[in-house]
């Protein structure tokens, strides 16, 4: 784990639109506090189904780490935090101890009167 922060494991996907749609608003949160000194760091876990899409995406949308891609982590992680959709952030103290598998929550639609 990274040295006393707080993590947040950001399952996402190139192909996904809403990763898509939540990865800049991610972004943003993410350079907030890191702005503010805050001990807290993000690790993409990639669900694309090429190194070139990981790759593509991680680029191009991600200012944090990742796991590499192909390495055989990303279905232990997914079984370990039972994730089964994406996007979906989990967040664990410095230990890997689960905080909240709910950070991402789901835009409300407005309803047309």
Request: net charge positive.
């Amino acid at each position: 784990y990274m040295g006393g922060k707080i993590v947040g494991i950001y399952f996402s996907a190139h192909w996904c639109p809403p990763c898509k749609q939540f990865t800049p608003m991610l972004l943003k949160a993410y350079e907030t506090i890191k702005s503010e000194n805050k001990p807290f760091e993000i690790v993409f876990v990639s669900s694309d189904k090429s190194y070139n899409e990981f790759q593509s995406y991680f680029k191009e949308s991600m200012n944090w780490f990742a796991i590499p891609y192909g390495i055989g982590k990303n279905q232990t992680l997914k079984q370990k935090y039972e994730v089964t959709g994406i996007p979906t952030l989990v967040v664990v103290d410095s230990k890997g101890n689960l905080i909240t598998k709910t950070a991402k929550k789901k835009k409300k639609k407005k309803k047309k009167k």
